[in-house]
């Protein structure tokens, strides 16, 4: 049993997706990797029972493992936020001190029930997934996606909003084309080590071919690189076993091929390559307009990369030990923010990651964090070393080993090959539920490579003590089972709250978030279902219901609240607030709720000192209150202070138009008509020649 739910982690959980839950990939494949891992836990402690003895291995990763699970605990204690430390960022899931928990739970196991004879029909099945992932995915590159066949009835590409094209960048059922190309980047090698370990078998060919052809479909420059880097590891290792220079010479005109025909969309490489495209080119400099926008200059990934590493190697100065916290780079980010970041496409983004795996964990955890995750990949690369050229290291000793094994060797370096995929994808991006199953898994298949399993219990017949403790472990598994399943069914619940709120519906948007926090307590949820009580209670006074209005205002104070003191450092739930304040104000026409408004956005700016939106929001806010102010000194002060927000704002983001937009609107309103038109032309001028508000306002100056 513990066997087949391994086998079923490497064939299900890339393909598992659902349209209902908030987020359709990861979420869902991480709750099946909680439930299998509760699966294999029962039937472990039920080995345990049967054989009444221990079941455990030691490895040479346990100081490691030890060392990195004790960085990963004490930075979820120091958290800022220990919730999202705990269960991940909502949205992202894995990362959490949870999810490292299920994973290392899940390289014990298999290290405890595992030998040579089940690692080879594991890579086999994990190859098949791989191939089911393509399939899924191809149709869409051409137009007819399989996830919207499944998900709307309709075979084409039309389910998908804007930020997704499987016909320019393939994804499949793994969600971004990043994610897709690092994930047959490591099934890659695991083909190439069963074509060089037996005679040429074209069904081999074939798979390597579709999947390098895929890697290209994804347009995932990390992910060609990662092959690039294995293949040329994979190369030179292979030379001091068995030079099959035959199958090197023919993959590498097999490979030629597609690139010649697809192109790779590195410019450097493209541009020797003769033949058209026939690929649809995605990377543009410019996107088209809507209305009264430009065009919008998107800005080099790499180089908003790089912004984001500044800002995750600040962190990890001003935070050394411990980080700010597991997965919370989301809010700790715009606490070192770079300025540089207001000037990009992706200005207004939230990044809930460094988009880099190593300073993530520099940021999050700190340097006892990031060191101790440096020293398990290391101490992983030796043992992987120590397979291909035979070193005996003391710290070793207990890891048997053959100088005579060619297929032992071979299968280390391809190991080592789809182990390095996955650092290299992890260097300009992050991990996601199906990566991490392989960088917690390939140490131990390398470790069990000649593992004996747990013999069989001679007595069969379980006595009194063993059927109460095998019966204790069965309540506990169906209630650890239950406990994924409501976090599931929330999910959903959330997923349609938050969707009928984007639509404004309030009524139902409420009864779906109320719902999900009856299932699961979430900050996330309350956060939302605060936000939505808030627009309800506007809506009530609009149609005289007044003492409704009033208790929704009391419910969407008390949730926000709860929020903010349990993550004060979470600016989110500050941006909350400020919002709720406004509304609220719109109930009470009292001041004061302006007021608390100000309070919370000074707070934000405190937590973001470089987010443009919050000296903008401040700008609004201080006009409001200068307008129900009558004291002339006061109101003259109150216009200065939204003035100077406003300028501040575009201090920090020099071509923010909608800042230029209010400060304009803002000079209009206080009386000084030539100054706002100055402002108006400003912005004709300089930054959108389009902008239909902007003439609008000069016409009627």
């Known amino acids: ?91 992202r899931f894995n990362g959490g001190l949870l999810s ?29 997934g791989s191939f089911l992932v393509i399939l899924w995915g191809m149709p869409g590159h051409f137009g007819h996606d399989m996830s919207c066949w499944l998900f709307t009835a309709q075979f084409n590409n039309t389910c998908w909003t804007s930020q997704f094209h499987p016909d320019l960048r393939m994804f499949s059922t793994l969600g971004q084309p990043n994610w897709l190309g690092a994930y047959l980047a490591i099934n890659f090698f695991i083909a190439l080590y069963f074509l060089f370990s037996k005679k040429e078998n074209i069904l081999l060919y074939c798979y390597l071919i579709l999947n390098f052809v895929t890697i290209l479909f994804t347009r995932s420059r990390s992910a060609l690189a990662a092959v690039g880097i294995g293949f040329a590891l994979f190369a030179v290792l292979t030379f001091f076993i068995d030079r099959q220079w035959r199958k090197f010479l023919i993959l590498g005109l097999l490979f030629l091929i597609p690139i010649i025909v697809f192109k790779t969309d590195i410019p450097a490489i493209d541009k020797y390559l003769r033949l058209p495209v026939l690929h649809r080119n995605i990377k543009t400099k410019a996107v088209a307009s809507v209305k009264n926008s430009p065009p919008i200059i998107v800005t080099d990934s790499l180089k908003i990369r790089e912004i984001v590493w500044r800002g995750a190697v600040k962190l990890g100065e001003e935070y050394p030990l411990f980080g700010t916290g597991l997965e919370t780079f989301a809010y700790s980010y715009y606490f070192v923010r770079p300025v540089a970041h207001n000037l990009t496409s992706e200005w207004d983004y939230l990044y809930n990651k460094a988009h880099n795996e190593y300073l993530n964990y520099l940021a999050t955890t700190g340097f006892f964090g990031a060191g101790t995750y440096l020293l398990m990949i290391g101490i992983v690369y030796m043992i992987l070393l120590q ?176 929020t903010i003191q349990e993550s004060p450092e979470n600016v989110l739930y500050w941006k909350t607030k400020a919002k709720n304040e406004y509304l609220f104000y719109q109930v009470t026409l009292n001041n004061q709720q302006l007021a608390d408004g100000v309070y919370a956005l000074q707070e934000a700016q405190k937590l973001a000192p470089t987010d443009p939106k919050i000296p903008y929001s401040l700008a609004i806010y ?4 200068g307008d129900d102010v009558k004291n002339i000194k006061d109101k003259s002060a109150l216009d200065d202070k939204s003035l100077q927000e406003v300028d501040k704002a575009l201090a920090l983001k020099p071509d923010y138009e909608d800042g230029y937009l209010l400060k304009g609107q803002l000079l209009k309103k206080y009386g000084d008509k030539q100054e706002a038109k100055q402002v108006f032309q400003f912005i004709l001028n300089k930054i959108n020649p389009q902008d239909q508000t902007a003439k609008k306002e000069i016409d009627r100056l």
């Open 387 to 562: 397979r291909i050229f035979n070193f005996q290291f003391s710290i070793f000793k207990q890891i048997p080993y053959s100088k005579k094994d060619n297929n032992e060797k071979l299968m280390a370096i391809g190991l080592l090959a789809a182990y390095t995929t996955i650092l290299v994808t992890n260097f300009v991006g992050f991990s996601t539920t199906t990566i991490n199953l392989f960088f917690y898994l390939i140490p131990a298949f390398v470790l069990v490579w000649k593992n004996d399993l747990p013999a069989p219990a001679a007595d069969k017949n379980f006595d009194a003590r063993q059927w109460f403790l095998s019966l204790t472990a069965f309540v506990v598994a169906i209630f650890a089972v239950i406990y994924f399943a409501r976090y599931w069914l929330a999910d959903i619940a959330y997923a349609k709250g938050n969707a009928y709120a984007q639509i404004n519906d309030f009524q139902q948007s409420a009864s779906y978030l109320s719902q999900a926090m009856s299932f699961r307590y979430e900050p996330v949820y309350e956060d939302k279902l605060s936000y939505v009580l808030a627009n309800l209670a506007v809506i009530a006074s609009y149609n005289k219901q007044t003492d409704i209005a009033r208790k929704l205002v009391a419910a969407a104070d008390l949730y926000n609240q709860k």
């Open 622 to 625: 201080y006009s409001l209150m």
């Open 100 to 128: 490292i928990i299920t994973y290392i739970t899940l390289f014990y196991g298999f290290i405890n029930f595992f030998n040579k004879e089940k690692i080879m029909k594991l890579m086999r099945i994990s190859l098949i």
């Open 1 to 91: 049993m513990i066997q087949l739910l391994y086998y079923s982690l490497f064939l299900l959980a890339p393909l598992i997706m659902s349209k209902d839950t908030s987020e359709l990939f990861e979420f869902d494949k991480m709750i099946f990797i909680y439930i299998v891992t509760v699966g294999i836990l029962f039937f472990w402690v039920l080995a345990m029972i049967r054989n009444k003895k221990i079941i455990w291995k030691k490895t040479p990763l346990d100081i490691p493992i030890l060392l990195f699970l004790a960085s990963e605990i004490l930075s979820t204690v120091f958290s800022i936020d220990r919730q999202t430390s705990f269960f991940g960022y909502y949205g």
